[in-house]
Nanobody, 115 residues
Framework: QLQLVESGGGLVQPGGSLRLSCAAS????????MGWYRQAPGKQRELVAA???????RYADSVKGRFTISRGNAKNPVYLQMNSLKPEDTAVYYC?????????WGQGTQVTVSS
């Protein structure tokens, strides 16, 4: 059973940067799309960034030019580099991996942007 664990969240001042990592319990050699989602208090979970198996990427309009999603290795399959962070980026960030048989989620990592 694949399990995902996010890390790299924390408290950062506006304009700062964080890099989120997603660790997999088993090696992932083939996946469809991987992505990062976020959920702020009182709001629905939303897609932040996604990357396909061919490395095509897409981003939420609110993070374009500031965030970069990238593929890693089999045990750390996806990263999210977040620059120029804003208070409105505050949320719990979730890693998602789409496999042929199922979609897998991590438990989330808190990102708080505040001065």
């Amino acid at each position: 059973q694949l399990q995902l664990v996010e890390s790299g969240g924390g408290l950062v001042q506006p304009g700062g940067s964080l890099r989120l990592s997603c660790a997999a319990s088993v090696s992932i050699f083939s996946s469809n799309t991987m992505g990062w989602y976020r959920q702020a208090p009182g709001k629905q979970r939303e897609l932040v960034a996604a990357i396909t198996r061919t490395s095509s990427t897409r981003y939420a309009d609110s993070v374009k030019g500031r965030f970069t999603i990238s593929r890693g290795n089999a045990k750390n399959p996806v990263y999210l580099q977040m620059n120029s962070l804003k208070p409105e980026d505050t949320a719990v960030y979730y890693c998602n991996v789409e496999m042929v048989v199922a979609s897998y989620w991590g438990q989330g990592t808190q990102v708080t942007v505040s001065s």
